[in-house]
T-cell receptor, first 112, second 112 residues
Framework: GDSVTQMEGPVTLSEEAFLTINCTYT??????LFWYVQYPGEGLQLLLK?????DKGSNKGFEATYRKETTSFHLEKGSVQVSDSAVYFC???????????FGTGTRLLVSP | NAGVTQTPKFQVLKTGQSMTLQCAQDMNHEYMSWYRQDPGMGLRLIHY???????DQGEVPNGYNVSRSTTEDFPLRLLSAAPSQTSVYFCASSYGQQETQYFGPGTRLLVL
């Protein structure tokens, strides 16, 4: 079945450091890919998405590019802030299916 | 516009007790779903609904019941709580099956 694998955390960075959180997927067909963010004590919020190969999703300085050849959707940000501390979930939704398939989440801790 | 709301925020149950987790949305979304979030496992789909009167099972439906009598509400019932149901529960909704899902703040459930 479809699955998403993301790097284990926590990822600990200093403010203004470069961030990469790796995400790879296994799916039949042509899934849409998502990054969700969960701030402490809150529900998940959509951060960005990409619906086809080579699409780049971006929001709030975060970017991720849909790479079909490597089945990856890595999340990047050039300069993280303390306020970016959260848990980040990579997810996919396959064509014709309602269900989101989530990775296990990666906790990001940014210190001043 | 309150978005997706969930009650209660936190609940402690004893094994064998029953309870209902409430979920409501005021965005006129047709699609609603329930997920559980467990450490190291990401989010897993419990049940979903594509409209009033229509529900279906997700990947972990055992021990849970749902109904959808109105577009706005999608309660999740635990008939006889078990310690294995200790988790954080999230409700989500979207306009359609392929649209962006909006998540509620979650209900933390502890079953003793």
């Amino acid at each position: 079945g479809d699955s998403v694998t993301q790097m284990e955390g926590p990822v600990t960075l200093s403010e203004e450091a470069f961030l990469t959180i790796n995400c790879t997927y296994t799916a039949t067909g042509y899934p849409s890919l998502f990054w969700y963010v969960q701030y402490p004590g809150e529900g998940l919020q959509l951060l960005l998405k990409a619906t086809k190969a080579d699409d780049k999703g971006s929001n709030k300085g975060f970017e991720a590019t849909y790479r079909k050849e490597t089945t990856s959707f890595h999340l990047e940000k050039g300069s993280v802030q303390v306020s970016d501390s959260a848990v980040y979930f990579c997810a996919l939704r396959n064509t014709g299916f309602q269900k989101l398939v989530f990775g296990t989440g990666t906790r990001l801790l940014v210190s001043p | 516009n309150a978005g997706v709301t969930q009650t209660p925020k936190f609940q402690v149950l004893k094994t064998g007790q029953s309870m209902t987790l409430q979920c409501a949305q005021d965005m006129n979304h047709e699609y609603m779903s329930w997920y559980r979030q467990d450490p190291g496992m990401g989010l897993r789909l419990i049940h979903y609904s594509v409209g009033a009167g229509i529900t279906d099972q997700g990947e972990v439906p055992n021990g849970y019941n749902v109904s959808r009598s109105t577009t706005e509400d999608f309660p999740l019932r635990l008939l006889s709580a078990a310690p294995s149901q200790t988790s954080v529960y999230f409700c989500a909704s979207s306009y359609g099956q392929q649209e962006t899902q909006y998540f509620g703040p979650g209900t933390r459930l502890l079953v003793l």
